[in-house]
């Protein structure tokens, strides 16, 4: 079954560094998004995109965070100088006919 | 008020007891409704979608209510293996985001 992967599994850096979190999505899927989840509290969008755009986002999608669609296959969000806050889990999605296929997560730890 | 609200619980029953779990939601336009499970630490993998004729899908049934923007779950013979956080998940239509709500804690106990 076609499942959607994330790299790196734990991601663990200092406050004000950059990190790339990388998404590969179901193949013939076409709209991607980024939620994020911090301990203990719900899951929360951050960014829709399609056809090499966004086409939503939220308020925590400030202008620290970009996404990108380098290549064929991998979706990427960077955070350009990470804060204590952006520790959370990072879960990557695709969008399937009814329903959207979520990866395993990359938990990112900023000391 | 909160785009989808649910009670966190936990709601700890023993095992092969019957548990339901509700859920509103603020929007009157949104379109698709689900029901999520998330384990500790992992990705929300889905259980079911949410039809207004309500669906069933072995122990579990699912209804939608319109009218009153309510959604709910309703599981069977609970399992050691229904421990898990279950979260209900609203979609404004097509392939725009969808909402999460807090999630409801279950624990099933022996």
């Known amino acids: 079954e076609p499942e959607v992967t994330q790299t790196p599994s734990h991601q663990v850096t200092q406050m004000g560094q950059e990190v790339i979190l990388r998404c590969v999505p179901i193949?013939?899927?076409?709209?991607f998004y980024w939620y994020r989840q911090i301990l203990g509290q719900k899951v929360e969008f951050l960014v829709s995109?399609?056809?090499?755009?966004?086409?939503?986002k939220s308020e925590i999608f400030d202008d620290q965070f970009s996404v990108e669609r380098p290549d064929g296959s991998n979706f990427t969000l960077k955070i350009r100088s990470t804060k204590l806050e952006d520790s959370a889990m990072y879960f990557c999605?695709?969008?399937?006919?009814?329903?959207?296929?979520f990866g395993p997560g990359t938990r990112l730890t900023v000391l | 008020r909160k785009e989808v609200e649910q009670d966190p619980g936990p709601f700890n029953v023993p095992e092969g007891a019957t548990v339901a779990f509700n859920c509103t939601y603020s929007?009157?336009?949104?379109?698709?409704f689900f029901w999520y499970r998330q384990d500790c630490r992992k990705e929300p993998k889905l259980l079911m979608s949410?039809?207004?004729s309500g669906n069933e899908d072995g122990r579990f049934t699912a209804q939608l209510n319109r009218a009153s923007q309510y959604i709910s779950l309703l599981i069977r013979d609970s399992k050691l293996s229904d421990s898990a956080t279950y979260l209900c998940?609203?979609?404004?239509?097509?392939?725009?985001?969808?909402?999460f709500g807090t999630g409801t804690k279950l624990q099933v106990i022996p």
């Open positions: 929007n009157s336009a949104s379109q698709s």
């Open positions: 995109f399609y056809n090499n755009e966004i086409s939503e």
């Open positions: 998940v609203v979609n404004r239509g097509g392939y725009q985001k969808v909402t």
């Open positions: 999605a695709s969008q399937g006919p009814n329903e959207q296929f």
């Open positions: 193949s013939n899927h076409l709209y």
């Open positions: 949410v039809y207004s």
